[in-house]
């Protein structure tokens, strides 16, 4: 969950996250050796008078400058990679769920159930109670179980939407008459907060997204109930 004046990203709740926090540290200090080295350059040029035209012109000092640029982007480009084939990888899910998006809440459908989905509609600020977050709370939350391999269907029933959560590193379009899949595990229980990442109409900032993450046992239980 973000929090007022916060500059960096949200605790990372998914593996796929965090390898996303590493990957940005990763790729932020590459930029900023660039940067420091690049401001002193041009401090050096405009505090001394010493030029070194046979130096400038050398066939070693250009070679350097061709080979350390694409040294620096295979070393963004690997990790980049290893962690975009991550995300497209869907192993074994042992739950699958269908997201559709409408103008303008979110409807749930627990596939592997003869009859159990949703509507999440987000309650109106009137409605709040103390400690509920404005503009993010849902009627309906999304209970899924925690430690396990979820499959997410998503798409969409009238216009694009896009289906966000940020502490799970995940942000999935949702386009009419095209199913896309992403996959999500929580290593902890708790509720994340997401909304829908695609201007989609006037209500668009109205869309909250709410997943409940509680441990197996509880899932069962509460699968039971709904049915």
């Known amino acids: 969950m973000a929090h007022p004046l916060q500059l960096g990203f949200q605790d990372a709740t998914s593996p ?14 590459i930029m ?7 401001l002193y350059i041009i401090s050096l040029m405009l505090s001394t ?14 070679t350097m400058w061709t080979i350390l640029p694409a040294i620096i982007l295979i070393l ?7 962690i975009l084939y991550m995300m497209d990888e869907v192993n074994n899910p042992l739950l699958t769920i269908k997201t559709m998006g409408h103008q303008w809440y979110w409807s749930y459908e627990y596939t592997d159930y003869e009859d159990l989905n949703f ?3 987000m309650i109106p600020t009137s409605n709040l109670e103390p400690g509920q977050f404005r503009l993010l709370e849902v009627d309906n939350r999304t209970v899924l179980p925690m430690e396990m391999p979820i499959r997410m269907l998503i798409s969409s029933e009238d ?16 386009i009419p008459g095209r199913l896309n899949q992403a996959t999500l595990t929580s290593s902890r229980p708790g509720l994340y907060y997401g909304q ?8 668009h900032s109205f869309m909250p997204i709410v997943l409940e993450f509680i441990p197996l046992e509880h899932f069962e239980n509460w699968s039971t109930l709904m049915l």
């Open 196 to 203: 829908c990442s695609e201007i989609c109409g006037s209500n």
């Open 76 to 82: 963004i480009a690997l990790p980049s990679l290893r």
């Open 159 to 174: 216009v694009l939407h896009s289906w966000a959560i940020p502490s799970l590193g995940i942000k999935t379009d949702a």
């Open 32 to 38: 900023f050796l660039i940067s420091t080295l690049v």
């Open 119 to 121: 509507d999440s509609y």
């Open 49 to 62: 008078k010493l030029t070194h035209t046979n130096t400038m012109d050398a066939q070693e000092v250009e």
């Open 16 to 29: 796929i996250m965090e390898e996303l926090l590493h990957f940005h540290d990763h790729t932020l200090m």
